[in-house]
């Protein structure tokens, strides 16, 4: 009986995270940023890919590369297994880097061994049923409906579908993070950020300058709503007011060159500022204090909601 309730349990499950994922937000990877992610699997597309969520129902797409490490948890190493080992309602963590496509490419995979054995005796119990699922029976399932079901289910068979439970609490996860993500678009984090810096008395962008900006609107045009902060700075010489409109027109050179040279929409930008030599980075007593607070800060920003984990990356030119 316990083995029927569990395999209903990951039946329902597995309808709940497919209807899900017709609506999750998938993440776009940046090619050649390393990711560290820690999720469950709800579909795969091919032997060796597949979909992970993680805690706040973000999707990531995981392409497992033919020389990835792919193990368990075990304390003396742990063995070592095929990828078409991985099934749905798995539990992993993988490393890796993203690629061209999107996608972050696996060069490690790891789960425990028991959750392991769970979902691949499950995934091969389930299988032949939900094949038999038709396509009016999946329309007339309501996602709420589901939830409560699962829950109620998984509270009558604690113990016996840890892995059901598992992606349940990753379904779930995923609606309250949406209704999270509708209450907050107004929280930003920092995807990356830029420092370019300029001559005594200049506004113009050098060469180096350009080549970073270059670099930030590409990776602006591989994110869904971002937005751009940039702020200019200026060194302690001359007069205080002189300084502050030298460190708005150093500001206002960035934006230019993004709107002029990249088509970067206007509503991109958050209102830009200039602080003059207010916020010194380094010391205005040296000259290469000086040359370091002669600058312009450029963040690129990226909802919290539609992308969490994420690193923070700089790059910093000087002229």
Do not use: C, W
Not at 259 to 282: P, Q
Request: charged letters at 25%; hydrophobic letters at 40%.
């Amino acid at each position: 009986m316990l083995k029927k309730i569990t395999t209903f349990a990951f039946v329902i499950a597995l309808g709940t995270v497919t209807m899900l994922a017709q609506t999750a937000q998938l993440r776009t990877a940046v090619a050649g940023q390393k990711y560290k992610i820690k999720g469950v699997v709800v579909a795969k597309e091919s032997e060796n890919t597949f979909i992970v969520r993680d805690a706040v129902g973000v999707d990531t797409k995981v392409v497992v590369a033919p020389n990835a490490s792919i193990k368990n948890n075990a304390f003396f190493g742990g063995d070592r297994y095929a990828v078409n080992s991985i099934v749905r309602g798995l539990n992993m963590e993988i490393e890796g880097v993203g690629d061209s496509t999107g996608s972050v490419s696996a060069n490690k995979v790891r789960f425990d061994k028991s959750n392991l054995m769970t979902a691949q005796s499950i995934d091969a119990r389930v299988a032949p049923a939900e094949e038999r699922l038709t396509a009016a029976e999946q329309n007339a399932q309501r996602i709420s409906g589901q939830i409560d079901e699962l829950m109620a289910i998984s509270n009558a068979a604690k113990g016996g579908a840890k892995a059901a439970q598992d992606t349940a609490d990753a379904a779930v996860a995923g609606v309250n993070a949406t209704n999270e993500r509708i209450s907050n678009m107004d929280d930003y984090v920092v995807q990356s950020s830029a420092t370019v810096n300029f001559k005594v008395n200049s506004s113009v962008l050098s060469a180096e300058a350009k080549a970073s900006l270059d670099e930030v609107a590409t990776a602006a045009k591989t994110l869904k709503g971002y937005i751009i902060e940039v702020t200019g700075f200026a060194s302690a010489e001359g007069s205080v007011a002189r300084n502050k409109a030298l460190s708005q027109r150093r500001a206002q050179a960035v934006k230019d060159y993004l709107i002029e040279n990249h088509d970067v929409d206007l509503r991109r930008f958050s209102d830009s500022y200039g602080f003059g030599e207010l916020k010194a980075v380094a010391d205005n007593t040296t000259r290469e204090g000086r040359e370091q607070n002669r600058r312009v800060e450029i963040k690129l920003m990226v909802n919290r909601g539609l992308n969490t984990n994420v690193e923070v990356r700089s790059t910093t030119n000087e002229d």
